[in-house]
């Protein structure tokens, strides 16, 4: 089982996959990667690594738990910027990372050394060792995505996104492999166009995703006309889309053959359908382990995908 | 007053002259740099910065006081080498020095930013911006500095010295102003070939020191045939002079007025008087902030400087 995902919806889901007992790749958006204080920062891929090592910080959904803040407190009485939150231990994956970057280690290779550090089984690739960076046009002019996301809280309208760097870089090695080869390709319930449409686009990805003979299942993050968490709601909104789980299922035409609504969509089932997607109408929002090893066994199940 | 320095010697030294109550220049040797993690470090930068900010730790000499160490023990987990420690705080200074080194800044003025963040009003300039490297020829090879000093715990003979990058290296920006005009010029007691020579070795800075007029005075870090920390006995012997005050003050002949001496070390004033310096004898073991203070009012008035 593969699955293609940003940050916390794709992490939750993958870490469905692994406690129902299955070991899932993990193709993961890099378009928000960004440096700061001159480290090279992955959140996607830490926010992924770090759940499925059991060391994330559930109720923030980022970063690690029981973290403390000694550097960033410090970096702040130095006159650094600090709007980007970094924990002390948070802080060693990012010197790690990038001192491994800067000695010519490709991400790919860096990331599956971290992970496997922190005891993480699934595979995690990145979908491309080359830099994308997810670029927002907002009535404020071009932000770059942390910029956006996290400084400006995601508040501004976003009217257009540029993948910088996306037609140049090549998949990491293995993604096309994994997409191809897998039986079940899950596209989690990541941000469309922040999370999802940024793995679609590296040169070769979509191709795969569209020939795959894998049951290809998507699950929705618009619920009820609601995000689940971010901005997927107002994007899908500012870019002219229909703010529903049907406007999602648009957008992943000939890409997917299973759309997983939420019971509160139950009624776009028909509308979903005539698209000619099947449609799974099952409870979407995962909470605890125990809610995400059970959408996890759904999806399995749905895809024909043998459960231990 | 200008001071050279090191680290630990230098930094009590000039903190001496601070609590005297003037406010020092500190030319202060970079050979012992090195990059870890992918972060610039400048131990005794750092070490001068810290001391004069009244934020080291006066037990271990070096590093911040009321450190933890999160982040390095997340760089263990992780894989990497740990053997140089870096506290949660004292990596807050590598970082905004490195992203600042990285943005173009050159290290002075990244030097004269954190310094002033930290409340230090003496001014510490950097022998250099330019890389050089301190290198120790030992029977194991060529050892980098920190792989000698700290990884290896000063250990190995040092059979010969290279200060790599030196001769290419341009005094950094007032460096040469404050050692042509200062009325007193103190030689720290630091070690003559890991922290002194690679001060005077940078093209320009020996020769300001031998034509400056102001009062030349170095404190000898030997004292009773002993370092008073570190390696410098043992480097003086393996490298063939006399481990003692004399020893060092042959290497110091036509760049010192006046050797400083410790109480323990009278018995040496004869023979250095004989080379044509000036000798003072005093306590010059400098424990807490008043034994600082009392050899910095004695090297002032052994100077002629007015004392505050």
Known sequence: ???????????????GVVLAGVRPD????????????????SPDLDTVMYTLAGLNDEERGWGLSGETYA??????????DTWFTLGDK???????????????VPLSEVTAQLAASLGVTARLL???????ATLLDTPSGRLAFQEYFVRRQ??????????????????????????????????????????????????GVREAVETTAARRVAVSPIV???????????ILETLGHEVSALGVARLYEG??????????????????????????????????????????????????????
């Open 126 to 132: 990145p979908v491309t060792d080359d830099p994308v």
């Open 90 to 104: 948070d802080l060693a994956t990012h010197l790690a990372r990038t001192a491994r970057l800067l000695g010519g």
């Open 154 to 203: 995601h508040a501004d309208a976003v009217l257009g996104i540029t993948y910088e760097g996306i037609d140049a870089a090549r998949p990491a090695p293995g993604v096309l492999d994994t997409v191809t080869g897998a039986d079940v390709l899950v596209i989690a319930p990541s941000n469309p166009f922040l999370s999802v449409l940024p793995v679609l686009g590296v040169p």
């Open 71 to 80: 550097t960033l407190t410090q970096l702040a009485a130095l006159g650094e």
């Open 255 to 308: 890409l997917v053959d299973v759309m997983v609504v939420d019971d509160a969509d139950a009624a776009l089932r028909g509308p979903i359908e005539d698209l000619g997607f099947e449609v799974l109408v099952t409870d979407t929002i995962m909470g605890g382990p125990a809610g995400r090893e059970r959408l996890a066994r759904e999806l399995l199940a749905v895809a024909g995908h043998p459960v231990p």
């Open 224 to 234: 009820g006309g609601q995000a689940i968490k971010g901005p997927a709601a107002q």
């Open 1 to 15: 089982m593969t699955v293609l995902a940003g940050g916390v919806g794709g992490a939750r889901l993958a870490h």
């Open 26 to 41: 993990v193709v993961v958006n890099v378009g928000d990667d960004t440096r700061l204080h001159g480290l090279w920062i």
